[in-house]
């Protein structure tokens, strides 16, 4: 038979396929594998595509003893069908294990587009499936069997991985040189191969289709096997369960192919997003890297910290419309996790709903993991059902009715969007969670139907990559994180591949908070190493250094971490530029490399301390009150005397016992005279506001800002909005092109576009590229936006002044756009000819979205009455409110604007013939 048309076994005498099987924990575990190649060619599109290969079948007699256990086939059949995915033809085949009689099901579909699904199922169920290894597979089916690297030298992968969408832990490369960053198990779920070239790539991308929650991945990086099956530490697989497996081949690029790969699974579930309000307005956030995130000061509580957003956002007519509450303001338990989902009355004394009441700003709502101590738990005394893992100090709700109440609860307070967070570590230490197959799925079923029946929305947040996809099932989950908390981080902004997965899925992809402002004092965010105790409590939370020192202790400079590929090893932990930092807490504290290179071996690599200020050691944040290092020296130049036990403090130090304004000290023997220390850790600051800005309307997701009040840029903001609060977002959010999966010199080159009555407005995002670039519209993924004549034109920063005119589909030259956090923005237009000349819609120049469908909703070419290819006049429909005034440009024969000013809400019409704006 043809090894790559799928597997039949048929026999004329009694046959079995032999199974490895280990005993652990007084458990048999079966293991079952169905061996697969990786095969170029054969498929429709050209591409690469992976096809079943023949089990291995021994003969009937073979021994099945304590090691080894058989399963014997007892139905083979064809299968010919059509379903959301299109028409198919396969196999099936039923075994039934030797000893316990148990029915398994392999169902294997080839579609005519060369996708397949792999499918199995167990009937009567299995018992004792445990492997007591969290990151393994209990069942395999599909096994890949990949091809050494001397058959496929150029093959690559791509795995996100750890949490944010696998952002914390994303990892690509070789599989012949690689394989330790390949990200499987726990964290890992999603695997795209692929060989080729830019403009000529074959990829494959696989996952599951069914029950993610329920599924690992497993690569096996001895014999080169990639196993998908049931997660390894799960005990018993119930009657009827079913799971599968997608493998979608592509010809037509990575990002295409990923596209693809999402349309398929949302086709195959048939899930209608909802609406999702919150992400199409501005925001205010409070969550990680927020200035008043923990952090109330310079005010007693945080509803007056609000309050001062919302006085000052009405004074200066900035229209924020919601307000995000992150966990600062519900109580917490054991291990940090939620104790009662209710207000610390210190911190919010009116209550949610006086702020919601005073604001009228909807609230998207933060929630973390339960604690083993909640209230809500019927082992603490509750009213609910929940699962209690005291080791690991985290609960679970087991019924729906826990969400329908909880979300009830919201009701006078006005949640709109409920914010799951710290999805991964309710995953990672509940231990119910990996030994019972499907609470994970339940648990989030249970969540999202109580959120639709009451028209609410959900964000995700630290999902593992089994979140992010089984979120395709569930209409109510429409946002998603799609970086690592904000926290002033220089790397936190590199969302290009993360976003593209969201955007697969239908979900709006959500970079985070930022400051729109360069410094907001008297924050928790500092440029130090902070070393507090680790209990999962955010103001004691062990933060690694964040900041820009770039030489060691010696003075050395510090080796780019990319010149030896610890910028990809360490996604997710600053690893960018030559910054001193300590991932993963490799050392006692921030180092860099002096001398290291792909060409030096690694144990001949040189590193250094650097020799940053450490928190609470060498310096204090806040007002210092927990303070404990050696500074003796006040701001005035006088030692510290000795504090002699008052307070219960002795030494002559620094202190703050009595919660002052900052740290001080007595000066004099008989403590009679005192002053401030002035040993302040330097705070940290935001380096660049408008890449901040940009990247967070250009992913078409939430907009949230986190300054203190006064420190809020009106102007910045307003570039990503209308005067209502309208956020002015592309149609598709900005995603990386398929270069960045090759070289480095692709790394931040990404591209969106706004569709407008059939038009396709283009976007080019560039960062920190430091050489001109040559692509094609389809190496950018635009070639919608390059069918005829097209403008590109640079509109940031404003002294770039590109201008190009383009052929359609023709290469053009890209400006570099290097430097530290440097980036660059170009727009496409394409041509309309018209009796006067060539005409090119620019759009709303001071906007980062200058052609946006939110803001104009329809263009109308008149014909000429000479021609029908030719216009007399371009009609453009133009939304605004009341006082708003829309400046929109154009060039061509010469350049000119239209304003339109709104005296009521509503739409007005822009003529470019009469360069006038009329109701």
């Known amino acids: 038979m043809d090894r790559h048309q799928g597997a039949a076994v048929t026999t004329g005498r009694r046959s079995t396929m ?42 009937e007699g073979q021994r099945c003893d304590v090691d080894t256990m058989c399963l014997i086939p007892e139905l083979i059949g064809d299968l010919v069908g059509e379903d959301a995915l299109g028409k198919y033809i396969g196999e099936f085949t039923q075994y039934r294990t030797l000893i316990s009689g148990a029915a398994v099901d392999f169902t294997n579909k080839r579609y005519e587009s060369g996708v397949q699904v792999f499918r199995q199922s167990f009937p009567k169920g299995l018992q004792g499936t445990s492997t007591g290894d969290k990151n393994a597979v209990s069942t395999c089916f599909p096994c890949f069997v990949l091809p050494t690297p001397a058959q496929s030298p150029d093959l690559r992968y791509v795995t996100p991985g750890g949490y944010m969408v696998g952002w914390t832990l994303y990892s690509q490369g070789s599989m012949a040189t690689d394989l330790d960053w390949f990200r499987d198990g726990e964290d890992g779920g999603l695997v795209v191969l692929f060989s080729g070239e830019v403009g000529n790539v074959s990829s494959v991308v696989i996952s599951p289709l069914t029950n993610p929650m329920d599924t690992n991945v497993m690569l096996n990086r001895g014999s080169l096997t990639l196993d998908w099956g049931v997660k390894g530490q799960v005990e018993n697989i119930p009657p009827g369960y079913s799971a599968e497996v997608i493998m979608y081949p592509g010809g037509e690029g990575i990002g295409r192919n990923i596209m693809a790969w999402g349309e398929a699974l949302r086709n195959y579930h048939a899930t209608q997003k909802m609406a999702d309000p919150s992400a199409e307005v501005l925001s205010y956030y409070t969550d990680n890297g927020a200035a008043h995130y923990y952090n109330p000061l310079p005010y007693r509580n945080f509803h007056d910290a609000v309050m001062s957003v919302y006085n000052y956002s009405v004074t200066q007519d900035l229209p924020i419309k919601r307000l995000q509450l992150d966990s600062w303001w519900y109580h917490k338990g054991q291990g940090g996790g939620v104790k009662n989902w209710t207000e610390i009355e210190a911190f919010l004394p009116e209550g949610i709903a006086g702020l919601y009441e005073a604001t009228g700003w909807p609230v998207v709502a933060h929630n973390r993991y339960f604690s083993s101590d909640t209230d809500y738990a019927q082992q603490n005394g509750g009213p609910y059902l929940f699962t209690v893992d005291e080791e690991n100090e985290k609960a679970l709700p087991l019924e729906k009715i826990f969400w329908d109440d909880l979300f009830d609860s919201t009701i006078p307070w006005g949640m709109e969007t409920y914010e799951q967070d710290w999805l991964d570590r309710q995953y990672m230490f509940t231990s119910a969670l990996h030994t019972n197959l499907t609470l994970g799925s339940k648990w989030l079923d249970d969540m999202a139907e109580a959120a639709m029946e009451r028209g609410l929305n959900i964000q995700y947040c630290m999902s593992f990559v089994r979140h992010f996809l089984h979120s395709v099932t569930l209409p109510p989950v429409t946002q998603i994180r799609v970086s690592d908390d904000y926290l002033l981080n220089p790397n936190q902004w590199r969302i290009g591949v993360t976003s593209l997965l969201a955007h697969a899925l239908a979900l709006r992809p959500y970079k985070d908070v930022f400051w729109t402002s360069y410094e907001n004092v008297n924050v928790v965010f500092v440029d130090c190493d902070l070393v507090l105790p680790d209990l999962e409590h955010p103001w004691q939370a062990t933060h690694q250094y964040g900041g820009r020192a770039n030489v060691s202790a010696s003075g050395k400079p510090c080796v780019p971490w990319r010149d030896f590929g610890w910028d990809e090893l360490y996604f997710g932990s600053g690893m960018y530029e030559n910054l001193c930092r300590n991932p993963q807490k490799l050392r006692d504290g921030a180092f860099c490399y002096t001398s290291a290179s792909f060409d030096i071996p690694e144990e001949e690599w040189e590193w250094e301390y650097c020799d940053v200020p450490r928190c609470q050691l060498d310096c204090y944040i806040l007002n210092g009150v927990l303070y404990l290092g050696h500074q003796n020296v006040t701001q005035s130049g006088l030692d510290c005397a000795d504090w002699n036990g008052e307070y219960d403090l002795d030494g002559a130090m620094c202190r703050n016992p009595d919660n002052d304004v900052a740290p001080w000290c007595y000066t004099n023997a008989n403590h009679t005279e005192r002053d401030y220390c002035d040993n302040k850790c330097p705070e940290a600051k935001e380096m660049n506001s408008n890449l901040q800005a940009a990247v967070s309307t250009l992913t078409a997701g939430p907009f949230g800002v986190g300054d203190r009040a006064e420190n809020l840029n009106i102007e910045l903001i307003r570039k990503s909005c209308r005067s209502d609060g309208q956020l002015l977002h592309p149609s598709k959010p900005l995603t990386v092109v398929d270069g960045y999966f090759f070289s480095a010199d692709y790394r931040e080159v990404w591209t969106a576009y706004s569709d407008v009555s059939s038009t396709h407005f283009g976007v080019i995002f560039l960062a920190e590229v430091g050489q001109q670039l040559t692509m094609t519209p389809r190496d950018l993924n635009l070639e919608s936006s390059f069918e005829n004549q097209t403008l590109v034109f640079s509109n940031y920063p404003d002294d770039l002044n590109y201008r190009s005119i383009v052929s359609s589909q023709e290469a053009m030259e890209l400006p570099p756009c290097g430097g530290y956090l440097n980036f660059c923005l170009l727009y496409t237009t394409p ?81 470019t013939q009469t360069q006038t704006c009329d109701p």
């Open 18 to 59: 032999l199974l490895t099987a280990r005993l652990m924990k007084a458990e048999m575990t079966v293991w079952w594998c169905v061996l697969l190649a990786l095969c170029r060619g054969g498929a429709a599109t050209g591409g690469v595509y992976l096809g079943l290969a023949e089990p291995y079948v021994y003969e």
């Open 831 to 911: 041509r309309i000819e018209t009796e006067e000349g060539d005409l090119y819609i620019l759009g709303e120049l001071d906007k980062w979205v200058p052609v946006s469908p939110n803001r104009i909703e329809g263009i109308t070419v008149i014909p000429s009455s000479s021609s029908s290819s030719v216009a007399s006049s371009v009609l453009l429909s133009v939304r605004g409110v009341a006082s708003e005034s829309v400046t929109l440009s154009f060039t061509g024969t010469v350049d000119f604007t239209v304003t339109c000013d709104f005296v009521e809400d509503g739409v007005m019409t822009a003529n």
